[in-house]
Antibody
Framework: QVQLEQSGAEVKKPGASVKISCKAS????????MYWLRQAPGQGPEWMGI????????TYAQKFQDRVTVTRDTSTTTVYMELSSLTSEDTAVYYC????????????????WGQGTQVTVSS | QSALTQPASVSGSPGQSITISCTGTSSDIGGYKYVSWYQQHPGKAPKVIIYDVSNRPSGVSNRFSGSKSGNTASLTISGLQAEDEADYYCCSYSSSSSWVFGGGTELTVL
């Protein structure tokens, strides 16, 4: 089955950057896009970006365009998300997710999710 | 402020049915058949329960159903059970090549 294992919680100061990893297993890594989302306390999820592991092309939400970088390492089947210039408003749980791997769909949904990585931004 | 509008809370008694609405625009819900719904229990990652407006992943109870009319999508849960108590989020693909979510609806089973 699909497994997405994320790196551990982070505490950062305002202005710093954070880099979170998401190791994928249980499927062909380069065959499916990987999404990044975040969820601030008491709010709904927010889509941040997407990477095609086959080639590495990315698309980012306009809100994060200038601050987010998503990369991948095909040798370790790991995707990374780096967010820079952190402020307190970036305090959230960050998730990686994939579209459905084992059933047919449009692909425009988030099926398998990582366990989440808590990022806290505080001075 | 979320892009899609959901009621903050709904409630129902065991066995009853409830419907959660999700209102967007012609640039998201109204323009695509890519509406999905997620259930989230405290401290857990969201779980997809409806995709492509009205389809259920394998293993999701048929008590959950989805529909869409114009710019509004709906999630109906029939035969409410205590385990259905959770937060529910709608999501739609949008014309800006991105995804937008609702602010979430807290379901209380009385």
């Amino acid at each position: 089955q699909v497994q997405l294992e994320q790196s551990g919680a982070e505490v950062k100061k305002p202005g710093a950057s954070v880099k979170i990893s998401c190791k994928a297993s249980g499927y062909t890594f380069t065959a499916y896009y990987m999404y990044w989302l975040r969820q601030a306390p008491g709010q709904g999820p927010e889509w941040m970006g997407i990477i095609n592991p086959d080639g590495g092309s990315t698309t980012y939400a306009q809100k994060f365009q200038d601050r987010v970088t998503v990369t991948r390492d095909t040798s370790t089947t790991t995707v990374y998300m780096e967010l820079s210039s952190l402020t307190s408003e970036d305090t959230a749980v960050y998730y990686c997710a994939t579209p459905p791997i084992y059933y047919d769909s449009s692909g425009y949904l988030f099926d398998s999710w990582g366990q989440g990585t808590q990022v806290t931004v505080s001075s | 402020q979320s892009a899609l509008t959901q009621p903050a809370s709904v409630s129902g008694s065991p066995g009853q049915s409830i419907t959660i609405s999700c209102t967007g625009t012609s640039s998201d819900i109204g323009g695509y058949k890519y509406v999905s719904w997620y259930q989230q229990h405290p401290g857990k990652a969201p779980k997809v329960i409806i995709y492509d407006v009205s389809n259920r992943p394998s293993g999701v109870s048929n008590r959950f159903s989805g529909s869409k009319s114009g710019n509004t999508a709906s999630l109906t849960i029939s035969g409410l059970q205590a385990e259905d108590e959770a937060d529910y989020y709608c999501c739609s693909y949008s014309s800006s090549s991105s995804w937008v979510f609702g602010g979430g609806t807290e379901l209380t089973v009385l």
